[in-house]
């Protein structure tokens, strides 16, 4: 799925007639987040590496695999796509949780529907969150730990009042108001807002988010390796039925 939403990406960024990139959910939800219900998931699945320049994860093992798949498809795409020159809206309802989130961590600006949610409750499974680790730049600090000490929801509003989100509209009204808020932004200098997105991404890599990123995804994959160690698997023996229950 990150592949086919890349090869989106790359043909609206060199589209001069798209001005603003807007990322929608099809269906009740936007995203209920990573696939770990599927056998095998992704895992034997060959692909070309367009993150990250690093071997191929089919045929490793143990740590080697999980390290190489994760960090392209998912904090090596999430990376990719923040640095997309042109302006990114997520268009959110209904859920977003782990996986999900990190989708709309990378756009530039978020609108969501009264009866959106959001989660990463990943800490059930001894992980300390997601791959693409933005909690406390996207959240604060306090907000972020609280999030992921309970893994309980919160809700559009609360989003909107720690600053995820930029607004909050009933859900009949999502897609009229995310897509005007692109055609105001459409009215700008497509150069001028390459830039000004690349300011402020340089600002946040400035305060940390960066190296912070690379340092949590290492105890991300220390996370899986002790899990696996204890004889839990790697998700701390924990399956989407167990999630779906919490939840």
């Excluded at 043909?11 to 599927?38: N, P, T, W, Y």
């Excluded at 969501?112 to 969150?129: E, H, K, L, N, Y």
């Excluded at 997105?197 to 960066?210: F, P, T």
Aim: aromatic residues 10%; glycine residues 10%; contains cysteine.
């Amino acid at each position: 799925m990150t592949y086919a939403l890349d090869a989106a990406f790359r043909r609206a960024v060199e589209d001069d007639a798209v001005k603003v990139i807007v990322l929608a959910g099809s269906g009740e939800h936007f995203s209920a987040g990573h696939d770990i219900g599927s056998p095998g998931r992704d895992h034997h699945v060959r692909y070309d590496n367009e993150a990250v320049l690093w071997w191929d994860h089919v045929a490793k093992s143990g740590g080697d695999q999980r390290f190489a798949r994760e960090m392209e498809v998912y904090l090596g795409m999430c990376r990719r796509w923040r640095e997309m020159p042109k302006p990114v809206i997520a268009m959110v309802q209904g859920a977003c949780i782990a996986g999900g989130l990190m989708l709309a961590w990378v756009c530039d600006l978020i609108v969501a529907s009264t009866d959106a949610f959001f989660s990463d409750p990943v800490v059930r499974m001894g992980i300390p969150g997601a791959e693409y680790f933005a909690h406390p730049w996207v959240l604060g600090s306090r907000f972020a730990k609280e999030i992921l000490y309970t893994g309980d929801r919160f809700t559009a509003q609360r989003a909107y009042e720690v600053g995820m989100v930029n607004r909050v509209v009933p859900r009949e009204h999502l897609e009229r108001e995310t897509f005007a808020l692109a055609a105001r932004i459409a009215k700008m200098p497509r150069f001028g807002l390459a830039l000004a997105k690349k300011a402020v991404n340089q600002c946040e890599d400035q305060m940390g988010m960066r190296n912070g990123i690379d340092a949590v995804f290492g105890l991300h994959h220390f996370a899986h390796a002790h899990n696996a160690e204890v004889g839990a698997g790697p998700l701390g023996g924990v399956d989407v039925k167990d999630m779906a229950r919490e939840r």
